[in-house]
């Protein structure tokens, strides 16, 4: 029988992509969304790609414990991979109380109801290269240290690793029992090639590709490349882009991992980036080059909380997880701009 995987914020943009992702692995995925910062364009995207249109959806809050008590009463689920959470890094800092509520409840709700199950449970926690602030040695092993975190929503992120380590420490035998592995993301872009999800800001986008593409299409004026006068090659930041569908199947690795009991610790952390370092002026070249077009873009001064370089030792996921990211940085901005024009109705 098929081992259910429940998908906490599956409706986003790396959700819809891990959901998509699971079923074609043989999965079956329920998916749970509070739908507090997207629509229904990716689930239904989602069920079109993969031809499931009773793909289980739960409209829920993962702060709500009884809401999450009953969706496990529902369903038997073998693995959970938590998406649901804020990310808006600007956001945590004015309003950090937010973010610590709800990414910490939701997180330790979700805990709770999956060690109170008999059959326990495996927890894939969704976390990010944030973790490692800015590297003294590159590339970033997961032995490299953890720094302390810049922004609430980063804070957010090392405290859900610690919690789940400590409660796998504790609960990892018996009734209850939990497994646990946390995936560091590095920088996550691109859209499923079909041009039927991708990632859908609200407001200005504060990442990178989606501001390229807004201004691609014409919906935002000018992108503003932040700092040129940084120590790298080119003197813009270096970071490690990953493509999404990649990173979606690093996710179907981990519960494949966790389900046919592969794993050597009952918690780990894998590293999911490509290990090439590519600049923010690599990254608009190859975009320009690869649609065959001309980006308007100026240089601006340095964002504050910006780490000038980072990208992964991904040896660690190659290896125990036999993940590897597959897609060049080219592919993944044409699928980007496909998407774009595909929301934007051209
Ligand atoms: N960046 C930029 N202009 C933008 C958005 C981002 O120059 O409008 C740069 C940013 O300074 C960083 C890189 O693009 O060097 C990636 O930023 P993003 O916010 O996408 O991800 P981060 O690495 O900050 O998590």
Known sequence: MAKTVLVSGGAGFIGSHVTVELISAGYDVVVADDM?????TCFEGVKKITGRDNLPFVKMDFCDLEAVHNLFAEYHIDAVIHFAA??????SVAEPLKYYNNNLTSFMNL???????????????????????E?????????????????????????CEDILRDCVKAYSEGEGALKGIALRYFNPIGAHPSGLIGELPRGVPNNLVPFITQTAIGKRECLSI???????PDGTCQRDYIDIVDLAKAHVCAVGRMIDEKMENDYEVFNIGTGVPVSVLELVNAFEKVNNLKLNYKFAPRRS?????IWA?????????????????????AAAWKWEQRIAGK
């Open 135 to 159: 590297p003294d040695v590159l590339p970033v092993t997961e032995e490299s240290p953890r720094q302390p975190a810049t922004s609430p929503y980063g804070n957010t992120k090392q405290i």
């Open 313 to 333: 030792d991904p040896t660690l996921a190659n290896e125990k997880l036999g993940w590897k990211a597959e897609r060049s940085v080219e592919e993944t901005l």
């Open 36 to 40: 507090s910062n997207c629509d229904l």
């Open 226 to 232: 932040f700092g040129n006068d940084y120590p790298t």
């Open 86 to 91: 804020f990310k808006a890094v600007g956001e």
């Open 111 to 133: 805990l709770t109801v999956a060690h109170a199950q008999k059959s326990g449970c495996n927890v894939l926690f969704s976390s990010s290269a944030t973790v490692y602030g």
């Open 305 to 309: 909380g910006d780490v000038t370089a």
